[in-house]
């Protein structure tokens, strides 16, 4: 069933008015500049931020526009300002977003034989492809269980952290991006994951891993990439992430689609093998939940 994301308890109307001025803070704009952005005085915003005044439901949708605040969190502050909510959310099973499926079902299926997943804003993975879940042989099967999160799989010791070559790099990528999301979303289940994925402990020796030397690395590397053992070589990927424009229910504005391309001729010329192939064939079961349906 669709619905509302609403607020825990009663939000008061005039509560409206500290909730904006919190997020102008988080996005380090003035008064003038926000008011600017979204067309309306600096003295009319700054009566709505004393609570002197209540905006219209326009003019607050536009400073969520341009305080860029996350989908999610947007009813909150529309039923603080005494409106009705704003946005729905949509389980991703229901007919009523098909279309996102057949269209990430077919991304995922037509980047093969390159690896590509997509996952929510806490990372749960809600879809992969075979050449995704054949990087994942090996890792224990507690965090094979739903909800599979993809940033306990790359830093949990027993998930693929023993197979990337280049962990310490890697481990620190991905924490600036978790800190930066959970910043910027200010939202305590990214935050809460941070802390976690931080504190995991690891044999000696795994963090003092560190890229090639400046005299042996690459010096064509244009992002940080992947090194990871799989079928008894390293393979290399950089990645693109993708999210849809303009969406007007939480759950499609919360996916995120990361794609992963050959990061050296190696690595291209390993994943279009016949050998493997024959590695996904016998690494991913037909029977997994988390392949596109239409494979």
Same mark, same amino acid.
């Given at each position: 069933? /669709?619905?509302?994301? $609403?607020?825990?308890?009663?939000?008061?109307?005039?509560? &409206?008015?500290?909730?904006?001025?919190?997020?102008?803070? /988080?996005?380090?704009?003035?008064q003038l500049a926000l008011a600017l952005l979204a067309e309306?005085?600096?003295?009319?915003?700054?009566? &709505?931020?004393?609570? @002197?005044?209540?905006?219209?439901?326009? =003019?607050?949708?536009?400073?969520?526009?341009?305080?860029?605040?996350?989908?999610?969190?947007?009813?909150?502050?529309? $039923?603080?300002?005494?409106?009705a909510p704003a946005y729905e959310e949509t389980p991703i099973?229901?007919?009523? $977003?098909?279309?996102?499926?057949?269209?990430?079902?077919?991304?995922?299926? +037509?980047?093969?034989?390159?690896?590509?997943?997509?996952?929510?804003?806490?990372?749960?993975?809600?879809?992969?492809?075979?050449?995704? $879940?054949?990087?994942?042989? +090996?890792?224990?099967?507690?965090?094979?269980?739903?909800?599979?999160?993809?940033?306990?799989?790359?830093?949990?010791?027993? +998930?693929?952290?023993? @197979?990337?070559?280049?962990?310490?790099?890697?481990r620190r990528h991905l924490l600036s991006r978790l800190r930066?999301?959970?910043?910027?979303?200010?939202?305590? @289940? =990214?935050?809460?994951?941070?802390?976690?994925?931080?504190?995991? @402990?690891?044999?000696?020796?795994?963090?003092?891993?560190?890229?090639?030397?400046?005299?042996?690395?690459?010096?064509?590397?244009?992002? &940080?990439?992947?090194?990871?053992?799989?079928?008894?070589?390293?393979?290399?990927?950089?990645?693109?992430?993708?999210?849809?424009?303009?969406?007007?229910?939480?759950?499609? %504005?919360?996916?995120?689609?990361?794609?992963?391309?050959?990061?050296?001729?190696?690595? %291209? +010329?390993?994943?279009?093998?016949?050998?493997?192939?024959?590695? =996904?064939?016998?690494?991913?079961?037909?029977?997994?939940? =988390?392949?596109?349906?239409? /494979?």
């Amino acid at each position: 069933m /669709r619905g509302h994301t $609403m607020p825990s308890g009663h939000t008061k109307p005039n509560r &409206i008015g500290p909730m904006i001025r919190e997020w102008r803070h /988080r996005r380090n704009l003035s008064q003038l500049a926000l008011a600017l952005l979204a067309e309306t005085s600096s003295r009319h915003l700054s009566f &709505i931020e004393t609570g @002197r005044a209540r905006p219209s439901r326009e =003019l607050l949708l536009r400073l969520c526009d341009q305080l860029d605040v996350p989908v999610r969190q947007r009813n909150p502050l529309i $039923m603080a300002a005494g409106y009705a909510p704003a946005y729905e959310e949509t389980p991703i099973g229901e007919s009523h $977003m098909n279309r996102v499926n057949e269209a990430v079902e077919r991304l995922l299926t +037509g980047h093969e034989p390159y690896p590509a997943l997509v996952f929510d804003t806490v990372s749960d993975l809600f879809r992969a492809n075979r050449s995704a $879940m054949a990087l994942l042989d +090996g890792v224990a099967e507690e965090l094979l269980l739903p909800p599979v999160n993809i940033v306990r799989l790359g830093l949990h010791p027993k +998930g693929m952290a023993r @197979r990337i070559t280049n962990f310490a790099e890697w481990r620190r990528h991905l924490l600036s991006r978790l800190r930066r999301d959970a910043a910027f979303a200010n939202d305590e @289940r =990214l935050s809460c994951l941070y802390e976690e994925v931080r504190a995991y @402990r690891y044999p000696p020796g795994l963090l003092s891993t560190e890229p090639n030397s400046p005299d042996t690395s690459d010096t064509n590397q244009i992002a &940080i990439p992947l090194h990871i053992r799989a079928l008894g070589t390293e393979l290399s990927f950089f990645s693109a992430m993708t999210t849809f424009v303009a969406p007007v229910d939480i759950t499609l %504005a919360e996916l995120t689609i990361e794609t992963f391309y050959p990061a050296d001729r190696h690595t %291209a +010329g390993t994943l279009h093998s016949h050998h493997w192939n024959d590695h =996904l064939r016998a690494a991913v079961p037909e029977s997994s939940p =988390l392949l596109p349906t239409g /494979r």
